[in-house]
T-cell receptor, first 113, second 116 residues
Framework: DAKTTQPPSMDCAEGRAANLPCNHS???????VYWYRQIHSQGPQYIIH???NNETNEMASLIITEDRKSSTLILPHATLRDTAVYYC??????????????FGKGTKLSVKP | EAQVTQNPRYLITVTGKKLTVTCSQN?????MSWYRQDPGLGLRQIYY???????DKGDVPEGYKVSRKEKRNFPLILESPSPNQTSLYFC???????????????FGPGTRLTVT
């Protein structure tokens, strides 16, 4: 799996946009970028994924650079409930273990009032 | 409501006493998987199943067993639990495409297991 690098923590004011960066410089041409979040020991929650085009859904937007070496997850109007650890994942072949999501350390986002 | 359920949510047990953690999904997903989460180690895959009667080892299968007799259920069995299996366990499911399982996975709420 391509390795990802994320800042360990970020703060964001409630109501403002939260922009979470991720570097994945070794990503290959057919590998997608996935984002998950985990709210305090709850089950991880899928947010969004993309290949090369920007993507948007009801939770967030995903901006992928043209060279695909980095991406940014955008929560347009962060709320206190968005406080969580956010994981950027580039899954790919992992030997024989299919469907294996490799969660790194992620970014702990703290949304403050 | 589409969901993955796990039972029990919390369990304290003693070394060597066999236990089963159940996982059930109501989305007709073919793919199911078990992870454990430990501080500093992230989530690690224990076992996965591509469909009924098809299971395979993940990254940390030692000390665990699974079965997949029905599509909706994927129980995790610890035949002789040890303290190093104290962890937070998550079950996940996803549909299966022709290229394999998707990575849009639904996770259960977790089971916190303590083995003394």
């Amino acid at each position: 799996d391509a390795k990802t690098t994320q800042p360990p923590s970020m703060d964001c004011a409630e109501g403002r946009a939260a922009n979470l960066p991720c570097n994945h410089s070794t990503i290959s041409g057919n590998e997608y970028v996935y984002w998950y979040r985990q709210i305090h020991s709850q089950g991880p929650q899928y947010i969004i994924h993309g290949l090369k085009n920007n993507e948007t859904n009801e939770m967030a937007s995903l901006i992928i650079t043209e060279d695909r070496k980095s991406s940014t997850l955008i929560l347009p109007h962060a709320t206190l409930r968005d406080t969580a650890v956010y994981y950027c994942i580039v899954p790919g072949g992992h030997g024989g273990s299919q469907g294996n999501l490799i969660f790194g350390k992620g970014t702990k986002l703290s949304v403050k009032p | 409501e589409a969901q993955v359920t796990q039972n029990p949510r919390y369990l304290i047990t003693v070394t060597g006493k066999k236990l089963t953690v159940t996982c059930s999904q109501n989305m007709n997903h073919e793919y199911m998987s078990w992870y454990r989460q430990d501080p500093g180690l992230g989530l690690r895959q224990i076992y996965y199943s591509m469909n009924v009667e098809v299971t395979d080892k993940g990254d940390v299968p030692e000390g665990y067993k699974v079965s997949r007799k029905e599509k909706r259920n994927f129980p995790l069995i610890l035949e002789s639990p040890s303290p190093n299996q104290t962890s937070l366990y998550f079950c996940a499911s996803s549909p299966l495409r022709t290229s394999g399982p998707t990575y849009e996975q639904y996770f259960g709420p977790g089971t916190r297991l303590t083995v003394t």
